[in-house]
């Protein structure tokens, strides 16, 4: 039977199982969207800005695991989508975007939203297409799903040109995809996985560092628990990794790096046997990069191969997907039944529990003082017993969620962790409620991060979404404002917003709930009623220290070991 | 160091522009890049010539084998291999030069293309020193314009540089 391509798009979804999208509609898609009305299949958002559909459907993708799908129009609508992919790209967020574009005979001709979007995104996703014929419609779609989802995940666009959306062609849906460029490797290097049980093995100090990969990797997040179990090694987690161990659990250090914790750091700094696992050697994790571990071996277990040997030399990679790796890794353990040296690991942990003896996240909330961001966190925490989606912007209040917000599972903290993209909580927020209705969905942000994509709350609104969003209020732009003091001798330069609206007006306006809390002895009441709320989005504009900084802080260009810890 | 990178591609719009993007947006060097279809018309050679130290030709090949629509890599310096290099060379010849010209044509074994009565134009293969001495030798006579296509190469011996299963 020949279809229309906009009818082929719709039957591509639905046999990729798509369930969702997040879209804007615009004259280049309009075809599109008249099919999304005709089908019941999956089910549309409407977002208020097309950056919002992309980092919901990066929040939908990374809650659910399945892949987000977002689409958007010609020219500005892409254009508008470009930060979301580019988030995505640097999170390794498996997305698809779908844009349109101006007939083809058009192209190239200026014409009315027109935009060069695969020339525009190209950088800022894994892969791209054009599509130049109906014909060529269902194949790419099945790529493009293929490309974000295998391998390391990412976002990849598929600009389709209008009159591609009318043409008919016989529709043949490719059951499998074979593509002799890209063939991800998924299983470790037998050899490669014996010397990484020796090396394990005869480590001292061993330390297991995990990222983004343990996450978003089947059975990653599990297996690292076993593996650490395993070895009774202690694991640290970048900002993308946590929730990859249970944040009570006793091998877990806490997040390493530029705010990691004290433990974390100098158990890396010191440790004679790196493993890292699904994480890249960001420079917010490495710091000062000739100083960093200097005295480990490392074992690098990555999917992409050019994530290792990058930043830091590994005397061992494996190239592979994180949870099959780990597998093998630990089959490989238990067939050995040797087991690490029980003293020297005995008299490594005795050391770590020196360094947690520093209690470097202490943070006293004084009874007639201002409320502490900190302490909104921990509070945060124990209402929701450690369970909830919690999505965050940029800046102090993302250090302090990752600092004072444990995790006891993977996919539940989403942040923009690579791109660092202000905006990305609130809609982020929105794609992580519907994946997963029946949790407790917390925004925490901050007065600066949270102006950035405001107008989500009317989509919160239309689809009755009781999304908590925290705002720690500061009235700064509290990280710029850090660094000023401490490295620009406290010049304030635009970092102070002389003009905020009322947040809990705004929320109102927008249908929701809105609560200002200025004294301490105001926060449970309304963190329990926000925590209580079914229905709608309730935003808490909470009047926090203006001045507090976020500590430990690896000062930029120092050693992970040269951390400035808090003022006793 | 120098290397010499020969890729295969698939032949499809946009996969320089992907090559070139990569190295421009990551600060590597490209010295020099030719690129034309095989035999299979699906796929595309690329040879491409960059500087960098070991860490970065690292680099550059992961990032390579990263980009979707590239088949394979290899860097050929590490291999004893070839490579070749043609040059169209237009230089003034004028009375007292024509000889000389053509006797410097002959000594580098360059053919004459064209010919007016002020100019040659020559065409010469080789390695690329051999066409910088080339070069080197005509510039005192008048070099008019230059053209280079940058190297194309492959390994030396039986094996074959090809897409598996082919």
């Known amino acids: ?568 | 160091m120098r290397h010499t990178i020969t890729v295969l591609v698939e032949n499809e719009s946009g996969v320089l522009t992907r090559v070139a993007g990569l190295f421009s947006a990551r600060g590597y060097n490209i010295e020099s890049l030719s690129v034309a279809p095989t035999l299979d018309e699906t796929v595309s050679r690329m040879t491409l010539v960059t500087r960098g130290d070991e860490h970065i030709i690292e680099q550059i090949n992961k990032q390579l084998n990263k980009l979707i629509p590239i088949i394979k890599t290899e860097d050929i310096s590490r291999t004893s291999h070839m490579e070749r290099e043609l040059v169209l060379v237009k230089v003034q010849a004028k009375d007292e030069t024509r000889a000389e010209v053509l006797r410097m044509a002959d000594v580098f074994r360059a053919k004459v293309v064209d010919v007016s009565d002020s100019s040659y134009t020559l065409e010469l293969t080789g390695k690329c020193g051999k066409i910088d001495a080339f070069l080197r030798m005509l510039t005192p006579i008048g070099i008019v314009e230059m053209t280079r296509t940058g190297p194309v190469g492959m390994r030396r011996g039986c094996k074959g540089f090809a897409v598996e299963g082919k």
């Open chain 1, 1 to 568: 039977m020949k279809l229309t391509g906009a009818q082929i798009f719709v039957e591509c979804l639905r046999r990729e199982g798509v369930e969702l999208i997040f879209g804007y509609p615009g004259g280049a898609v309009l075809t599109i969207y008249d099919e999304i009305f005709k089908q019941n299949h999956f089910r549309h958002v409407l977002v208020r800005h097309e950056q919002a559909a992309l980092h919901a459907a990066n929040g939908y993708a990374r809650v659910s695991g399945k892949c987000g799908v977002a689409i958007v129009t010609s020219g500005p609508g892409a254009t508008n989508a470009v930060t979301g992919l580019a988030d995505s790209y640097a999170d390794s967020v498996p997305t698809v975007c779908f844009s349109g574009q101006v007939p083809t005979t058009m192209i190239g001709n200026d014409a009315f939203q027109e935009a060069d979007t695969v020339g525009i995104t190209r950088s800022a996703t894994k892969h791209n297409f054009l599509v130049k014929r109906v014909e060529d419609l269902a194949k790419t779609i099945r790529q493009a799903f293929h490309i974000a989802t295998t391998g390391r995940p990412g976002p990849v666009l598929v600009d389709i040109p209008k009159d591609i959306t009318n043409e008919r062609c016989l529709f043949d849906y490719p059951e499998t995809v074979e593509m002799r460029s890209y063939k991800p490797v998924t299983h470790g290097h037998p050899g490669q996985v014996r010397r990484a049980a020796k090396m394990l093995l005869e480590a001292k100090r061993p330390v297991i560092y995990s990222g983004g990969g343990a996450v978003s990797s089947e059975h990653g997040a599990s297996r690292l628990l076993e593996l650490a179990t395993l070895l009774n090694a202690p694991v640290t987690n970048t900002l993308m990794g946590l929730g990859a161990i249970p944040g009570d659990d006793p091998h877990f250090l806490g997040m390493l790096g530029m705010h990691g914790t004290f433990e974390a750091n100098m158990a890396v700094s010191n440790c004679d046997l790196l493993v890292a696992v699904g994480a890249r050697f960001d420079d917010r994790v490495t710091g000062r990069l000739d100083r960093f571990a200097t005295g480990a071996k490392v074992i690098h277990i990555d999917v992409d191969p050019s994530s290792i040997s990058k930043n830091v030399h590994a005397h061992l990679p494996i190239v592979g997907d994180v949870g099959i790796v780990l597998k093998q890794l630990i089959d490989e353990l238990v067939r050995r039944e040797r087991k690490a040296d029980p003293d020297a690991l005995a008299a490594w942990w005795a050391t770590i529990h020196e360094w947690q003896q520093r209690d470097c996240l202490r943070c006293d909330q004084e009874r007639g003082g201002k409320i502490k961001p900190q302490e909104v966190i921990r509070r945060l925490h124990a209402a929701t017993n450690g369970e909830a989606v919690v999505v965050t912007d940029v800046g102090q209040h993302q250090m302090w969620a990752a600092q004072y917000y444990p995790f006891r599972r993977p996919r539940r903290f989403l942040t923009s962790g690579g791109l660092g993209t202000m905006g990305y909580g609130l809609p982020a927020a929105l794609g992580a409620q519907m994946a997963a209705p029946d949790s407790r969905t917390i925004v925490i942000t901050g007065d600066g991060s949270f102006q950035m994509c405001t107008q989500e709350l009317a989509t919160a609104f239309q689809y009755q979404l009781p999304i908590t969003v925290v705002i720690l209020n500061n009235g700064y732009l509290g990280m710029v404002r850090q660094w000023q003091e401490m490295f620009y001798q406290q010049r304030y330069s635009h970092s102070y917003f002389d003009s905020l609206p009322d947040f809990a007006k705004l929320a109102e306006a927008y249908g929701g709930i809105g609560i200002k809390v200025e004294q301490l002895d105001q926060l449970d009441d309304a963190i329990n009623r926000a925590m209580a709320e079914r229905e709608r989005f309730m935003v808490l504009d909470i009047t926090v220290a203006g001045e507090e900084n976020v500590y430990p802080m690896v000062p930029a260009g120092a050693a992970l070991d040269e951390m400035v810890l808090a003022p006793e």
